[in-house]
């Protein structure tokens, strides 16, 4: 017991480590995001320009971006990733038996019965019921283990170290959001900026250290977007196809195969599953997404992903 004790100490003390390291490139970002409002406000906004009307206009449109990217960035990192539900675990008796099991066939068919009644529709590439041994869950369609995070997250996308979060059902829209609006922020730092980074250049405006803040200023908010714009051009190729991250790099498999187009309905209604059916919410950083995370729409393999959706149901138990 004393041993085991010793074992557990710096297991846990190696985990409270992680999970703080984990935290490093959240301030990082918060760190650049906090300069960028003070280089921009005060060293341009405020000290270097001199028209009125010029500081007004560019004060009011900063803080639109500023404050949506703030919201959706907090709504994604702070949003909990959604679990499968209660339902998905094996009840104790079946779990027992699975656990003392050590033949994989018999197992298999403990969990078959067990998956009777759940709406799944995909499979591991070898046909049988996705079940993690970690969480001890069931698997729903479209969910996986994050090692991360160290649990199921239902239609995980992938998992993000610049929000320490796992991306998933619960927050998608907020990160697709996220990406949107930080784009927008360093574009209208970089549009906005740029007259007086050439001024500042060539010399046309005295040499003041707000100088050296627009200069850095100008090629942070350039770089990002760079990147960002990337990241984002993926993720909405994503949507309008209805995949996850993984789903892309790994086709889900169904009873008759795999299929990378699945879960794809058509383009209109691969939009509406992540932001919902009302339009007017669909730029704000509030939860509108489709379903409840462990049933998808699917349609038949192999037609054309513009027609009607069809259920596909998981075949019998095998004894």
């Not at 846990?12 to 703080?20: F, K, N, S």
């Not at 001199?50 to 004060?59: F, P």
């Not at 699975?98 to 994989?104: Q, V």
């Not at 969990?111 to 009644?117: C, D, E, I, M, V």
Request: charged share 20%.
């Amino acid at each position: 017991m004393l041993f085991q004790g010793r074992k557990m100490a710096p297991t846990h003390v190696l985990r409270c480590c992680q999970r703080g390291l984990a935290w490093i490139p959240v301030i990082f970002i918060s760190l650049v995001v906090c300069w960028s409002y003070y280089a921009y406000v005060v060293e341009l906004c405020i000290l270097t320009i001199r028209s009125i009307g010029e500081k007004i206009i560019y004060l009011v449109f900063f803080h639109l971006s500023f404050g949506m990217f703030v919201w959706s960035y907090v709504k994604t990192i702070f949003s909990k990733p959604a679990n499968p539900s209660n339902e998905f675990c094996l009840p104790k008796a079946e779990k027992e038996r699975y656990e003392k099991e050590e033949k994989p066939e018999f197992q298999q068919e403990i969990l078959w019965r067990a998956a009777t009644n759940l709406p799944l529709y995909t499979r591991t590439g070898t046909g049988a019921v996705r079940y993690c041994d970690r969480c001890q869950v069931i698997k729903p369609d479209r969910c996986h283990h994050c090692s991360a995070c160290d649990m199921c997250v239902l239609k995980m996308d992938h998992h993000c170290p610049w929000v320490n979060n796992c991306v998933g059902f619960s927050n998608y829209k907020f990160f697709i959001l996220f990406l949107a609006y930080s784009l927008v922020y360093c574009l209208f730092i970089a549009a906005t900026v740029l007259q007086y980074f050439i001024k500042f250049w060539t010399n046309e405006l005295e040499d003041t250290r707000a100088k050296f803040h627009v200069l850095f200023l100008f090629f942070v908010a350039a770089m990002f977007c760079i990147s960002i714009l990337s990241l984002f051009s993926y993720h909405l190729w994503l949507v309008g196809k209805n995949r996850s991250t993984i789903e892309a790099f790994r086709a889900p498999v169904f009873r008759t195969g795999s299929d990378k187009n699945g879960f794809s309905l058509g383009f209109r209604k691969n939009i509406v599953q992540v932001f919902g059916d009302q339009k007017k919410y669909w730029l704000l950083p509030v939860f509108t997404s489709q379903g409840d995370g462990m049933t998808f729409p699917t349609r038949l393999v192999n037609i054309d992903p513009e027609q009607a959706p069809v259920t596909l149901y998981p075949e019998p138990s095998k004894r």
